[in-house]
Nanobody, 119 residues
Framework: QVQLVESGGGLVQPGGSLRLSCVAS???????AGWYRQAPGKQREVVAT???????NYADSVRGRFTISRDNSKNAVYLQMNSLKPEDTAVYYC??????????????WGQGTQVTVSS
């Protein structure tokens, strides 16, 4: 069964840090993985992506504060979030291309992890 499981969310004060993890099972990360977020009443938006060759891209709102990385040996993707702001509050989702049994590729979403930035 293909799964992406996120963890690491929680409540943090403004200026604090969190590290989100996304671990795949039932498949191996392909060329693309990304973190997205959705705040209440807003559309889901891309936060950061990492592509083949570890090419990274960031939303303007998080550039310089967030870092996306991957560890192929652990079949995991991470999002290090520093200098968090209240406007970073959202449910964070992992999305990735996975190579599954049989060699085909699928795009998969995790279930999301809540990040709340508040004093």
């Amino acid at each position: 069964q293909v799964q992406l499981v996120e963890s690491g969310g929680g409540l943090v004060q403004p200026g604090g840090s969190l590290r989100l993890s996304c671990v795949a099972s039932g498949g191996v990360f392909g060329a693309y993985a990304g973190w997205y977020r959705q705040a209440p009443g807003k559309q889901r938006e891309v936060v950061a992506t990492i592509s083949f060759g570890d090419i990274t891209n960031y939303a303007d709102s998080v550039r310089g504060r967030f870092t996306i990385s991957r560890d192929n040996s652990k079949n995991a993707v991470y999002l290090q979030m520093n200098s968090l702001k209240p406007e970073d509050t959202a449910v964070y989702y992992c999305n990735a291309q996975l190579r599954v049994t049989g060699g085909s590729f699928v795009s998969w979403w995790g279930q999301g992890t809540q990040v709340t930035v508040s004093s």
